[in-house]
């Protein structure tokens, strides 16, 4: 079996690379709790030589609730993100829901992810 070599974010990812990190709160609740979780996991992650990048949503439109807290908007949520890439020096992986997002987000994020509950719709 051939080792395929994924370059993601500035990490080399594959089979015979050393585990990486991304993680992080569900969903952005404000600059202060953004900030105490990417310093908590970053510090760890330096502290055991881990790869790290910071996860977080700004907005979780696919809850099953419409009652359900979704975040703090795309634009705080970006605005929070360059804040946390630039303090912490880490890339930023987020969700988008819509195609127009892209363009924006990317321009902020490292990874743009679809949640898998977008991947199920057809």
């Known amino acids: 079996m ?3 070599t994924l370059n993601l974010a ?5 089979n015979d690379k050393p585990f990486f ?3 992080g709160p569900c969903q952005i609740e ?5 900030q105490d979780m990417c310093g ?10 881990i790869p790290f990048v910071y996860k977080s949503s700004f907005d979780k439109a696919n809850r099953t609730s419409l009652n359900a ?8 949520g970006l605005e929070i993100f360059t804040q946390i ?3 912490f020096d880490v890339p930023v992986v987020t969700d ?9 987000v990317g321009a902020v994020c490292d990874i743009l992810q679809i949640p898998a509950f977008l991947c199920r719709q057809t």
């Open 21 to 23: 990190l991304m993680a």
């Open 10 to 14: 500035g990490f080399e990812i594959a």
């Open 2 to 4: 051939t080792t395929k």
């Open 30 to 34: 404000s600059l202060q709790h953004t």
């Open 40 to 49: 908590a996991l970053k510090e760890i992650t330096t502290r055991l030589g």
């Open 69 to 76: 807290q979704r975040g703090v908007g795309i634009d705080k």
């Open 96 to 104: 988008i829901h819509l195609p127009e997002q892209c363009a924006e």
């Open 85 to 87: 890439k630039k303090e």
